[in-house]
T-cell receptor, first 115, second 114 residues
Framework: SQTIHQWPATLVQPVGSPLSLECTVE??????LYWYRQAAGRGLQLLFY??????ISSEVPQNLSASRPQDRQFILSSKKLLLSDSGFYLC??????????????FGPGTRLLVL | GNSVTQMEGPVTLSEEAFLTINCTYT??????LFWYVQYPGEGLQLLLK?????DKGSNKGFEATYRKETTSFHLEKGSVQVSDSAVYFC?????????????FGAGTRLFVKA
């Protein structure tokens, strides 16, 4: 069966520090991968998605970046965190096979607090 | 563009009450429709889905029917439990030029009191 992991689960970082959040998927090949941010009490904002290694699409311009160095690994980064980067970051995957790409499967999330 | 609108929360109900959370959508194509649930401190998980008009998705006592004529996908449950307390997200998935994109509503928080 497929599983998705995110780490760390919780992170407290000072303003201006770098960020690296990691997401890995097991049990599937060539998934589509997504990063979302959920501000406190709010809905989901799609940040990045990837349909393959090295292929990143950005939905919202900001000081975050994403990379996909391996088929089932998706990394969210920042060189300098802002206070507004605080939130709950969710990684998700969908099956890369045509006809089965619509359902999203989410990881447990990383709660980031920037002070 | 595509969008999803769902009723604002929070919704507070007593145990065994009837639940309705309204969801309407705007789409240029023929999207699939979803309800996801987020329990406190966790990621989202799929609750149910419907892929075409008049389909009914159901799971764990929850139901929603894809109504093309009213562009709606309202979530219902006949008798809620305290364990149903969570945030519920309506969503649509449609095929665009960059592949399938999922658009989420803002979420509706449900509190169920014993």
């Amino acid at each position: 069966s497929q599983t998705i992991h995110q780490w760390p689960a919780t992170l407290v970082q000072p303003v201006g520090s770098p960020l690296s959040l990691e997401c890995t998927v097991e049990g599937t090949s060539n998934p589509n991968l997504y990063w979302y941010r959920q501000a406190a009490g709010r809905g989901l904002q799609l940040l990045f998605y990837s349909v393959g290694i090295g292929q990143i699409s950005s939905e919202v311009p900001q000081n975050l970046s994403a990379s996909r160095p391996q088929d089932r690994q998706f990394i969210l980064s920042s060189k300098k965190l802002l206070l507004s980067d605080s939130g709950f970051y969710l990684c998700a995957w969908t099956d890369g096979v045509a006809g089965n790409q619509e359902t999203q499967y989410f990881g447990p999330g990383t709660r980031l607090l920037v002070l | 563009g595509n969008s999803v609108t769902q009723m604002e929360g929070p919704v507070t109900l007593s145990e065994e009450a009837f639940l309705t959370i309204n969801c309407t959508y705007t789409a240029t194509g023929y999207p699939s429709l979803f309800w996801y649930v987020q329990y406190p401190g966790e990621g989202l998980q799929l609750l149910l889905k419907a892929t075409k008009a008049d389909d009914k998705g159901s799971n764990k006592g929850f139901e929603a029917t894809y109504r093309k004529e009213t562009t709606s996908f309202h979530l219902e449950k006949g008798s809620v439990q305290v364990s149903d307390s969570a945030v519920y997200f309506c969503a649509l998935s449609d095929l665009g030029s960059g592949g399938f994109k999922t658009i989420f509503g803002a979420g509706t928080r449900l509190f169920v009191k014993a």
